[in-house]
Nanobody, 116 residues
Framework: VQLVESGGGLVQAGASLRLSCTAS????????MGWYRQAPGKQRELVAK???????SIGSAVRGRFTISRDTSNNTVYLHMNSLKPEDTAVYYC???????????WGKGTLVTVSS
């Protein structure tokens, strides 16, 4: 399974950004996809994830500002980021889990930088 992310970049605080991640290869139809992020000097943390039947989990740091959606027909997940803050600056990693709680495959990451 390969995960390819896109959509990162440099934005100003308050802006919006959308990240995309598409899974290819031998990805199972039933899976969970989502995003973790890691800022310099910090641990990787859950941003949001969504199962193939629409169950979602949103990290507390972004709840109310970020949403997640997916297109199951082409195994693509989207992270809609609104009201971005400088503390959202991090490398965002796409993940695919074979179960809701597993972290089986990772993308290479895409950098999001939010300037103040």
């Amino acid at each position: 399974v390969q995960l390819v992310e896109s959509g990162g970049g440099l934005v100003q605080a308050g802006a919006s950004l959308r990240l995309s991640c598409t899974a290819s290869g031998d990805a199972p139809d039933i899976n969970t996809m989502g995003w973790y992020r890691q800022a310099p000097g910090k641990q990787r943390e859950l941003v949001a994830k969504i199962s193939s039947d629409g169950i979602t989990s949103i990290g507390s740091a972004v709840r109310g500002r970020f949403t997640i959606s997916r297109d199951t027909s082409n195994n693509t997940v989207y992270l809609h980021m609104n009201s971005l803050k400088p503390e959202d600056t991090a490398v965002y990693y796409c993940l695919l889990g074979l179960t809701y709680y597993s972290l089986d495959y990772w993308g290479k990451g895409t950098l999001v930088t939010v300037s103040s």
